[in-house]
């Protein structure tokens, strides 16, 4: 990520943050990346979390959908991490469910 950062000169998708708490949603990657480049300010697209657009699909069987949101956002709090590919956050809108960091995309 480091490399493709610093040949590309960009990133091609904003970091999906939580627009109440700030926490990242989806995007650590770049985040860390971005933070060993030296980065002082990070593209980011605010989200509210709490809204029924936001779905969180669990891609590990041994959590409880019912809980999901809540658990992402006291990972974020108290610096605990899921394992990697835990969940996977989708985002309604027209026309349809998309990732949500390729949902804020423009066209």
Known sequence: MVR???????????????KQSFIVLDGHHR???????GAIRVPAYL????????RVY?????L????IKQAVLYCGM???EFPVKTTRHLIQNRPGI???????LLP
């Open 98 to 104: 998309k990732n949500i960091s390729l949902a804020v």
């Open 64 to 67: 409880s959908m019912k809980m």
């Open 4 to 18: 493709a950062i610093k040949m590309e000169g960009i990133i091609r998708r904003p970091i999906i943050v939580d």
């Open 31 to 37: 985040v860390e990346a971005l933070r060993r480049l």
């Open 58 to 62: 669990l891609r590990r069987k041994y």
């Open 78 to 80: 108290t610096g605990m």
């Open 47 to 54: 989200v509210d979390y709490q809204s029924s657009q936001v």
